[in-house]
């Protein structure tokens, strides 16, 4: 068989799996969201780009490569998309409007230039000089992708570590909305811009030929097996948590009181809150009967903390104690962990060696005769 063959084969199989994942994300057991349904847009577009490079001017001929001859002009959308999800995913709305359909501005341009030229009779101006200069307008298609690229990757890349810390001013245990699903979905999408990238490289010092179109079928492909495999085993995929994008205002500024201050320590000492491992801002703030901006700013500038910090001190405390406690004494570290409110073996471990210098296993082994 070959190189040719497994190419081809390889690529239709990326083909098959996005159709597939699409398919799966739109199952009726699938829990529905927005974020999943601009997620299922967004592989749609990345396989039907997939589909254009493997098939255009063999089977879609209106979509023929002597058409697009500046580039395939799809590669322009799957960043709006991607930037589209993200904000859904962080507790945004995408609506219809001049400003959302100006994200696919690129697109549309490309699309219309190669329609026009290619309706240009060969003696015109234009036609002539392209011909003359060949690599010119394939080597600004590309520039315009990567420029696009790393332009959305930037801003997702800011828009995601805003969200980050607005979760640690509304939750105490991130497990829920802090995914890793989201780093795996951007370190994909930042591999596909350093290919382009090179692609970017190659059409202006090397030899352009069809080679560099089948590879990018190939690039694709893989980002669809690693995004299907990824998706697939994790259920955050199918899971999205909306935090408040907006906080009740107070009707004065609220100054860091002692007395507020006393009052929440005294709720965390003696109610113990810190052990439901879903506490959130919101809920504590009901307790307390206070809005959430008052808590918040309680906490930040009366404390110095967020809310997160704030609660799992308090966890890393309960954790030492189970530690001496001849009760827990046959508990594990996990047990422990759970006991004192958090979530998972791995937060637990980050956040009390972040707390104490020393792992839990290091501290508990100090306390050992």
């Not at 199918?238 to 205002?249: G, I, M, N, R, V």
């Not at 609220?254 to 965390?268: A, T």
């Not at 700013?297 to 009366?302: A, F, R, S, T």
């Not at 839990?360 to 082994?365: D, F, I, Q, T, V």
């Amino acid at each position: 068989m070959s190189l040719d063959q497994l190419i081809q084969i390889f690529i239709n199989g990326g083909i098959v799996l996005g159709i597939f994942i699409v398919l799966l994300i739109n199952n009726r057991g699938v829990r529905k969201s927005r974020a999943n349904i601009f997620l299922s847009i967004l592989l749609a577009a990345l396989t039907f780009s997939i589909f254009h490079v493997r098939y255009a001017g063999n089977i879609v001929h209106h979509f023929a490569g002597d058409t697009f001859f500046i580039g395939d002009p799809t590669f322009l959308i799957i960043t709006p998309l991607l930037w589209f999800y993200v904000v859904e995913l962080t507790g945004g709305k995408v609506k219809l409007s001049f400003t959302s359909i100006l994200h696919f501005a690129p697109f549309l341009f490309i699309s219309f230039c190669s329609i026009f030229f290619q309706h240009l009779p060969p003696d015109n101006s234009l036609i002539l000089f392209f011909n003359n200069h060949p690599r010119l307008p394939v080597v600004i298609f590309w520039m315009m992708v990567v420029i696009q690229f790393s332009c959305y990757q930037i801003v997702i890349h800011k828009k995601w570590q805003s969200y980050q810390q607005l979760i640690k001013q509304e939750v105490s245990n991130t497990e829920d909305v802090n995914i890793s699903w989201i780093r795996f979905f951007m370190g994909v999408f930042l591999i596909i811009n350093l290919f382009f990238l090179f692609s970017l490289f190659v059409v202006i010092h090397l030899d352009y030929t069809k080679w560099i179109w089948k590879t990018v079928g190939v690039v694709l492909s893989m980002s669809v097996f690693a995004l299907g495999y990824k998706g697939i085993l994790q259920r955050e995929i199918f899971h999205t948590l909306s935090l408040p994008t907006s906080e009740p205002q107070s009707t004065k500024t609220i100054k860091p009181d002692q007395h507020l201050i006393d009052k929440l320590v005294s709720h965390m000492e003696e109610k113990r809150p810190y052990l439901d491992p879903e506490l959130s801002l919101s809920a504590l703030s009901n307790a307390l009967d206070m809005n959430r901006g008052q808590l918040s700013q309680l906490i930040n500038d009366g404390l110095g903390d967020n809310f997160y910090d704030f609660v799992n001190k308090y966890r890393v405390e309960e954790v030492k104690r189970l530690m001496t406690d001849p009760k827990a004494k046959n508990f594990n570290l996990l047990g422990i962990a759970l006991e004192a409110g958090f979530k998972s073996k791995s937060t637990f471990n980050l956040i009390f060696k972040r707390f104490t210098g020393l792992t839990p296993s290091e501290y508990r082994k100090n306390l050992l005769p």
